[in-house]
């Protein structure tokens, strides 16, 4: 099932969009068999990174996004391209959650912010994008809002919110706003005030669609909805791409895996899927 992400542009001074994620979160939790603070993580990266894939202007355009702050989870992967499919990973899925004075997850000391959050975009440049920032908090939310005002220099507000119950996740959305370079300085602080107002974002989006939050939310500004589209959990991997993988090793390297372990065996970080290889494989893809 696909999540919806709506945009909307409000009094032509800054655009709105948000997304509800509960099922790109189950899929991930799946597949990955994720601990609770590891699918809380990596949740809010996935649902930041369909946020961010929207703006990608063709349907071929692809970011990577990867926040490795030096936390026991490892780095956090996650991509998105113009069609709306996004994937992730965590290089440590199973680790333990400690809990803050609130008796909340603490996913910023799982995370870390001894590092880096690095966006590499390609958008049919001749060269992709890339852009860094420092890890602030490690609760990815305000790790992404630093990244957009110090790397791209573009103001905006991100708010990002995973609720689990008993290793699924239950509710899960973010909202990203972008502030265009007319808006003026009375609605920028009336702006400010109600994205410091969206606490718990899990708890919003909990029997609420994308729509229905930026209604409750901006609903006493002039709101203009502009675009509703799915967004899915789907890895692009394919046989070809791993054909190529293999070719890289050269036959040399190749043959010499097999006759140690009998194959190679070359398994997807996003999706899980298993590409095998034998002798007889091995010897059919070098002979095209």
Do not use: W
Request: glycine letters at 10%; aromatic letters at 8%.
């Amino acid at each position: 099932m696909a999540s919806i992400l709506i945009k909307a542009i409000i009094e032509n001074a800054f655009t709105v969009s948000a997304v509800e994620s509960k099922d790109l979160v189950n899929k991930a939790i799946k597949l990955h068999q994720l601990s609770p603070v590891a699918a809380i993580a990596l949740g809010r990266a996935l649902t930041m990174s369909a946020l961010m894939g929207k703006d990608l202007k063709n349907e071929d355009d692809y970011l990577t996004c990867v926040i490795d702050g030096g936390g026991p989870l490892g780095k956090i992967t996650v991509c998105a391209d113009g069609k709306g499919n996004v994937k992730g990973s965590v290089s440590n899925p199973v680790v333990e959650a400690t809990f803050n004075k609130h008796g909340q997850i603490n996913v910023g000391e799982a995370v870390g912010k001894n590092g880096k959050m690095t966006v590499i975009k390609d958008i049919g440049l001749k060269a992709p994008y890339v852009g860094t920032a420092q890890l602030i908090t490690g609760e990815i939310a305000s790790d992404f809002a630093y990244y957009f005002a110090t790397s791209e220099q573009q103001p905006c507000g991100v708010t990002l919110g995973v609720g689990l119950d008993n290793n699924a996740c239950k509710s899960a959305g973010g909202v990203f706003v972008q502030v265009l370079p007319n808006c003026p300085e009375d609605l920028l602080f009336r702006l400010e005030t109600i994205m410091y107002a969206m606490d718990e974002m899990s708890y919003q989006f909990d029997g609420s669609t994308a729509k229905q939050v930026i209604e409750r939310f901006f609903g006493e500004f002039n709101v203009v909805f502009t675009e509703e589209a799915p967004v899915k959990y789907k890895c692009n991997c394919s046989k070809r791409r791993i054909d190529r993988v293999i070719l890289g090793l050269g036959k040399k390297e190749a043959d010499s895996i097999v006759q140690e372990l009998g194959q190679i065996e070359v398994c997807c970080e996003f999706c899980k899927k298993r590409y095998v290889y034998d002798q007889q494989a091995v010897d059919k893809l070098f002979s095209k």
